[in-house]
């Protein structure tokens, strides 16, 4: 049961990121979340200023992004708090779809951890592992690092 939660929160979470933007990527955190996206300067702690980096990443204009998330493994839970791991996949470009497609500009491996909070399971931490990322990655460029 726990397992199918928690997929669902990373399914519905990424399906805004890639089809809304981020919109409401804030809103999938608890307050006082780390997200860590596993570069220097790339480290937001809490809901405003993942709220804020998703700001501005709309501000530059049309972007699309595809984070595939393989293996998600709940490694351990209880009523109020969960860990899981996954690799996420990510294609990403400036622009409008349908764009040329290559190999990923990242592959990374994340840690996650989450809190019963609201009725709900919200994000309390995600942290990325960088296992792979391309030279032209558009979302660690100059513009885009949080800070």
């Known amino acids: 049961m726990i397992w199918h939660q928690l997929w669902a929160l990373e399914c519905a979470y990424w399906a805004d990121v890639d089809l809304g933007s981020g919109l409401e990527a804030a809103s999938f955190y608890t307050d006082d979340a780390v997200f860590d996206l596993g ?4 480290r937001l702690v809490g809901r405003s200023e993942i709220a804020d980096f998703y700001e501005r990443r709309r501000a530059r204009g049309p972007r699309t992004t595809a984070h595939l998330v393989h293996n998600f493994t709940v490694l351990e ?3 109020v708090a969960a860990r899981t791991a996954s690799y996420i996949v990510l294609h990403a470009a400036s622009g409008q779809a349908p764009l040329p497609v290559g190999a990923p500009g990242m592959i990374t491996v994340t840690h996650n ?3 019963w909070s609201d009725d709900c ?4 931490e995600r942290v990325s592992q960088v296992l792979f990322v391309a030279e032209d990655q558009p979302t660690f460029g100059p513009d ?3 800070g």
Do not use: E, L, Q, V
């Not at 399971?121 to 309390?124: G, S």
């Open 121 to 124: 399971w919200k994000i309390a």
């Open 144 to 146: 885009s690092t949080p």
């Open 39 to 42: 570069m220097d300067g790339a």
């Open 77 to 79: 839970h209880d009523a």
């Open 113 to 115: 951890r989450y809190r």
